[in-house]
């Protein structure tokens, strides 16, 4: 397992700010849209927040009662409370703060063996590491939940009126920069908590970056390009994948939570999720799965420009089809090039074995060592 550095203590602080600062920006473009009149994207805006949210405070406080399990009843009452109120990320940051704190600033390693057996280091770089990773998940969680259906709402208003303010530009940027942090945050706190992992330096996070960008990008106009057409398409499209991302979930016997109720919840999370990007959810090699995944999404987009251009004719000639056409080309050729790039020379080639809630999968190991184990190696977005 790597270190927590000052470096990744300061990336959390910044990942508390632009956190904040995206909720006040969702709220501002909300209020904008219901005093314009526009209720629908007004509500829109607020739906996927507030299921976001919701979704979020469910699986974190049920990482807190499993890993709380037989300590004191007390705080995790105040843990419930904090987490019906919709604060339970916020609890979950300060302890990233403090246990980040004692590993990157306070932490001295020392010699003396008799210390070191009542205060490791490794156990508490091993905190620090393990509540940020906590964070990232239920950070990925936003940004497919609510982050990305939100820019695909602005983006398609950009298209269809060409009327911009100051808000939805804002909107749109830190709909941006809240996918690219969380994309490439969620890998460095992956590599670290997990020892089989190499260090994710510069050149991979760029390459990663850009490859998830720009194909979640070309996506996105595309299916405002199909709501443009027609809505009912655009939802049935969505549904439809939903589905099969679901069904590949289910197909894959996933052992994300300890309850069947979670599980289920898990699995329908992921099915959002697959419907923008590609979601490794077992840790084994899939290179027919993503190669697959893409060639359909491929296939769908150049379906959908077609499409477009049957429906209404005379857009080939509007100078904001062509723009937009060029984009979702250039975008996905892009983001599969940088794809390729990424898993020939960035990419781990060791993988996670595959782990369930059993003692055959574990050995010696104890519930709580089997239950953080499996949180962290059957998340596996790649």
């Not at 469910?58 to 919709?86: C, M, P, R, V």
């Not at 940027?173 to 590599?191: A, E, H, K, N, P």
Request: proline share 2%.
């Amino acid at each position: 397992m790597m270190k927590f550095t000052k470096q990744n203590f300061i990336f959390l602080a910044g990942g508390i700010i632009v956190y904040v600062v995206d909720i006040g920006v969702d709220f501002w473009v909300a209020c904008k849209y219901l005093c314009q009149g526009h209720y629908c994207w007004g509500v829109l805006i607020l739906c996927f927040g507030g299921l976001s949210s919701l979704i979020i405070q469910i699986f974190s406080y049920e990482w807190f009662k499993n890993d709380w399990e037989g300590t004191d009843t007390g705080k995790l009452k105040w843990i419930f409370l904090a987490h019906l109120f919709q604060c339970g990320i916020f609890i979950r940051y300060w302890f990233a703060l403090k246990y980040g704190c004692q590993a990157a600033f306070k932490q001295t390693i020392s010699k003396d063996a008799s210390e070191t057996e009542t205060d490791p280091p490794n156990f508490i770089q091993r905190q620090a590491v393990d509540v940020v990773t906590d964070i990232s998940m239920l950070r990925v969680f936003k940004t497919f939940l609510e982050t990305t259906p939100q820019l695909f709402v602005q983006i398609y208003v950009l298209i269809e009126h060409g009327k911009f303010n100051f808000c939805q530009y804002a909107a749109i940027f830190m709909s941006f920069c809240g996918i690219s942090i969380s994309t490439v945050d969620y890998q460095i706190s992956l590599r670290k908590s997990l020892p089989d992992k190499d260090e994710f330096r510069l050149l991979p996070k760029l390459v990663y970056l850009l490859y998830k960008l720009l194909t979640i990008t070309s996506w996105i106009l595309s299916i405002s390009l199909i709501t443009l057409v027609s809505v009912r398409s655009s939802v049935s499209l969505l549904i439809f994948l939903w589905i099969c991302g679901f069904t590949w979930t289910l197909k894959q016997h996933t052992t994300f939570c300890k309850s069947k109720k979670m599980e289920y919840l898990y699995r329908t999370v992921v099915g959002i999720i697959l419907i923008f990007t590609f979601f490794n959810i077992r840790g084994r090699k899939t290179k027919v799965c993503i190669s697959i995944y893409y060639a359909t999404h491929t296939v769908v987009t150049l379906g959908i420009l077609f499409a477009y251009m049957f429906w209404k004719p005379s857009v080939i000639k509007e100078i904001h089809f062509t723009v937009v056409s060029i984009l979702i080309v250039l975008s996905l050729v892009l983001g599969i090039i940088f794809l390729v790039v990424y898993y020939r020379h960035f990419h781990p080639t060791t993988y996670c074995r595959p782990q369930a809630y059993s003692d055959e999968a574990d050995g010696e190991a104890g519930p709580k060592e089997r239950v953080e184990a499996g949180r962290f190696q059957n998340f596996i977005m790649q």
